[in-house]
């Protein structure tokens, strides 16, 4: 089993900006992608950022330019760095690891953007 720790959510700002984290812990041989993504009220789940291990990384295109996506592979950490956070980037955001043929996902972490 793999669990995943999300930290960094919050309340911000239009403009302001918030730094995401997550941590991978237990039964990890070898994390291929690892990445976020969001859901907000009424909508479906979607893919914001992703990284690979060799640090290939994709984005959303409402994101690109705003977030940047980084990993640390000692820590099995991946960050989210967001940036000229807009009222449309409130959700929930989710991480994943993708363990093998497994994606395993954090709990959640709510980011509100908002005056």
């Known amino acids: 089993q793999v669990q995943l720790v999300e930290s960094g959510g919050g309340l911000v700002q239009p403009g302001g900006s918030l730094r995401l984290s997550c941590a991978a812990s237990?039964?990890?041989?070898?994390?291929?992608?690892m990445g976020w993504y969001r859901q907000a009220p009424g909508k479906q789940r979607e893919l914001v950022a992703r990284?690979?291990?060799?640090?290939?990384?994709n984005y959303a295109d409402s994101v690109k330019g705003r977030f940047t996506i980084s990993r640390d592979n000692g820590k099995n950490t991946v960050y989210l760095q967001m940036n000229s956070l807009k009222s449309e980037d409130t959700a929930v955001y989710y991480c994943?690891?993708?363990?093998?043929?497994?994606?395993?996902w954090g709990q959640g972490t709510q980011v509100t953007v908002s005056s």
């Open positions: 990284i690979s291990t060799g640090g290939n990384t």
């Open positions: 994943y690891v993708s363990v093998g043929p497994t994606t395993y």
């Open positions: 237990g039964s990890i041989f070898s994390i291929y992608a």
